[in-house]
């Protein structure tokens, strides 16, 4: 699934100069074998830490070996794409240069950025459709003393489209934070709960002044839609 935030921000869906920069994506692929699919909280939780890792690790800072390819990639827009891999095509996507962050039931590969139309021939060939995942079990309640996606009530998602949406947020919520507040996440591995928000909730969610991903609309929803609230206790207000 592919997605995007919209005006003010760098997933807009009206043109602006990252337009005309080069397109890149960040390729993420979820692990889903038909006997044991993870469950679909956690793979929306492992996802949006996947981005996180990514985004904190040395090679992708200063002259690291992935640190062009993100920088590629954050001046133009910010695109990520869940693609699916079971057996032997998981196996395949695992021996690319990436990183795979695991939860309580799903993994992750988070791989460098690539052109829009370059992608490697073991991920291209992944499937986009067919990311459905349900959750066996309702999901424990998010842990309000730290970091929470909220997602918006009103939408219909995918598991893929969502893995993607609440990457974003976790992207806009890192790119908020000072870099003591960075690094106190970071070492603490990234704990994070995604859950659902109350339509009341969400209202004074959206309004509160937390980072919102509003997406571009390529995908599944309408242009501009809400779709996260990235709530972090550091950007707490009042």
Known sequence: MSSE???????????????????????????????????RTDALRTAARAVLVMLSDE????EGEWARAMRDWQDARIRKVVRRARGAEWRKASTLPGITVTGESAEVRVFPPVP????????????????????????AAPDLGGPVLWLNPELDMSAGKAMAQAGHGAQLAWWELSDTERKAWREAGFPLSVATAAPE??????????PVVRDAGFTEIAPGSCTVVADH???RRG
């Open 5 to 39: 935030e919209s005006p003010a921000s760098p997933f807009v869906s009206e043109t602006t100069p990252r337009d005309e920069a080069p397109q890149y994506v960040l390729p993420l692929v979820v692990h889903i074998e038909k006997t044991a699919p993870p469950a």
């Open 116 to 139: 829009l139309d370059g992608w490697p021939k073991e991920l291209a060939k992944l499937q986009v459709s067919g990311t459905d995942l349900d959750d066996p079990e309702p999901p």
């Open 59 to 62: 090679r992708s800072e200063g």
């Open 201 to 210: 909730r969400w209202r004074e969610l959206t309004t509160g002044g937390l």
């Open 233 to 235: 206790p550091a950007l």
